[in-house]
């Protein structure tokens, strides 16, 4: 199993206002994954579980929210990890954009 991505988004925001910025992109998660498609989520405190569909693969995903930052995990599946680097760039570039 390929290692998680991780990824730690800055943020000024306070926690309550990060998590409600987050809750109305998620839909713009699944624009992270090459092909991919609808997303699921849940809340768990102040942690966000969310599966994107790419590529005919499930990929699990957290997001952590703390008050100055939320560290993203991503957990892709052995045939998605060829584009492993390629998601974390384009997260690490278009995360903060989630909190805007």
Known sequence: MPEPITVEIP???GRDAAK??????IGKLADMFP???TVEHRWEGDTMAFTVEAMDQ???CRLD???DKVRAQIDL???LALFAEKI????TREGPKLLE
Do not use: N, Q, T
Request: net charge positive; glycine share 20%; hydrophobic share 30%.
């Open 77 to 79: 599946p052995p045939f």
């Open 35 to 37: 092909g991919g498609g």
């Open 58 to 60: 499930r990929i699990a």
């Open 88 to 91: 974390r760039a384009k997260l």
């Open 11 to 13: 943020h000024g925001l």
């Open 20 to 25: 409600e910025r987050i809750d109305k992109g």
């Open 65 to 67: 929210v703390e008050e």
